[in-house]
T-cell receptor
């Protein structure tokens, strides 16, 4: 158990709908990262928040948005869903910023999104 | 960010030592090298991190030559449960993105 929690575990919805994925980082971690992983694909970095502020964006679509709240939990909002958005969405947390010494990321179990 | 290159896949047998090499020619002075392991349908898990020379922990060793343009993850005496995808990351201590790349799919056979 990494200490990172994600809800829901599974989500099935229809095209055009909007969903919200939730992530609670490990206690004390200030950074939250979101990743998308499609079937048999690598991890695509979406966005990074550090202590409530957006710090970096990756390949995140304009239909997707995220935020980190004062209690440091984060939500990823996916709207106007398309079939191609079906994937595993992982959240990770770390104490500091990406890439630093001993600043490894701890990943949650993921949310499996299926768009029908 | 330094780009990394790893073999797409590797096969091994139980009990053998496996070495996975990652190339990162554009690594910056302050960058650390980190390896993660991912099982199907699970989030990646930190294995080991290093800056130079050799680092060893209870699960792996990491060898980094003096020029730091590559690194080698060494898994001693692999078992079937080591079948997974292994990712090499080179950190950007001044930035905030993490690029995992395609990783190396290791398949351990009995």
């Amino acid at each position: 158990d990494s200490g990172v929690t994600q809800t829901p575990k599974h989500l099935i919805t229809a095209t055009g709908q909007r969903v919200t994925l939730r992530c609670s980082p490990r206690s004390g971690d200030l950074s939250v990262y979101w990743y998308q992983q499609s079937l048999d694909q690598g991890l695509q970095f979406l966005i990074h928040y550090y202590n409530g502020e957006e710090r970096a964006k990756g390949n995140i679509l304009e239909r997707f948005s995220a935020q980190q709240f004062p209690d440091l939990h984060s939500e990823l909002n996916l709207s106007s869903l398309e079939l191609g958005d079906s994937a595993l969405y992982f959240c990770a947390s770390s104490y500091g910023r990406a890439g630093g010494h001993r600043n490894e990321q701890f990943f949650g179990p993921g949310t499996r999104l299926t768009v029908l | 960010l330094a780009k990394t290159t790893q073999p797409i896949s590797m096969d091994s047998y139980e009990g053998q030592e496996v070495n996975i090499t990652c190339s990162h020619n554009n690594i910056a002075t302050n960058d650390y090298i980190t390896w993660y392991q991912q099982f199907p349908s699970q989030g990646p898990r930190f294995i080991i991190q290093g800056y130079k020379t050799k680092v060893t922990n209870e699960v792996a060793s990491l060898f980094i030559p003096a020029d730091r343009k590559s690194s080698t993850l060494s898994l001693p005496r692999v078992s079937l449960s080591d079948t997974a995808v292994y990712y090499c990351l080179v950190g950007d201590t001044g930035g905030f993105k993490t690029i995992f790349g395609a990783g190396t799919r290791l398949f351990v056979k009995a």
